[in-house]
């Protein structure tokens, strides 16, 4: 069965460091996500994005986050200069929309570690 | 903004015991998915409910639409069963999740 697979696993970086996390969706759908989680809290909207432009971002995503889709298979989550607060678990989901199901499929998630 | 909102925010039973997770939404919605999160933090796919109900194995769940109002019904419980269950809402489609606080569940053998 497809699925959503996203690397690293686990992520540890300095406060201020650049991060890419990638995101392999599934290879027949078109609307894509990030999501966080804080650890302990519930799960957070970050960013969909559709037909190669964001299509949505919450507060959250300020000008330190950027999303792309490089090479048509990858979706990468950049985080210009991390914070301590950046600390959580991301995870990537995507959506066919086909046949009127809109369900969401989630990769494992990348747990980011910024000390 | 819909808010979400789950219930119990934990629960704690027996290995063998039935449960009912709730969760209500307080403006209509598109969709409707209940996840569980394992103690790896991965979080896997239950059901995908926007209305009517669903079984997959010891597992179902019930949404009514128009009462707002979603529950997932877990028999049998096993020890694997534990962790958090969330529900997510969207309220149009291809458009972000709005999720649940979760409901903590820990089955005991």
């Known amino acids: 069965e497809p699925e959503v697979t996203q690397t690293p696993s686990h992520q540890v970086t300095q406060m201020g460091q650049e991060v890419i996390l990638r995101c392999v969706p599934i290879s027949n759908h078109l609307y894509f996500y990030w999501y966080r989680q804080i650890l302990g809290q519930k799960v957070e909207f970050l960013v969909s994005f559709y037909n190669n432009e964001i299509s949505e971002k919450s507060e959250i995503f300020d000008d330190q986050f950027s999303v792309e889709r490089p090479d048509g298979s990858n979706f990468t989550l950049k985080i210009r200069s991390t914070k301590l607060e950046d600390s959580a678990m991301y995870f990537c989901?995507?959506?066919?929309?086909?046949?009127?199901?809109?369900?969401?499929?989630f990769g494992p998630g990348t747990r980011l570690t910024v000390t | 903004g819909i808010q979400v909102e789950q219930s119990p925010p934990d629960l704690i039973l027996q290995e063998g015991a039935n449960s009912t997770l709730r969760c209500n939404f307080s403006?209509?919605?598109?969709?409707l998915q209940w996840f569980h999160q394992n103690p790896w933090g991965q979080l896997i796919n239950l059901f995908y409910i926007p209305s009517g109900t669903k079984q997959n194995g010891r597992l179902s769940a019930t949404t009514v639409a128009t009462e707002r109002y979603s529950l997932l019904y877990i028999s049998s419980s096993q020890t694997t069963d534990s962790g958090v269950y969330f529900c997510a809402v969207e309220l149009r489609s291809n458009y972000q999740l709005i999720w649940g606080a979760g409901t903590k569940l820990i089955i005991k053998p």
């Open positions: 989901a995507s959506t066919s929309a086909a046949r009127g199901s809109y369900e969401q499929y």
């Open positions: 403006d209509s919605v598109n969709n």
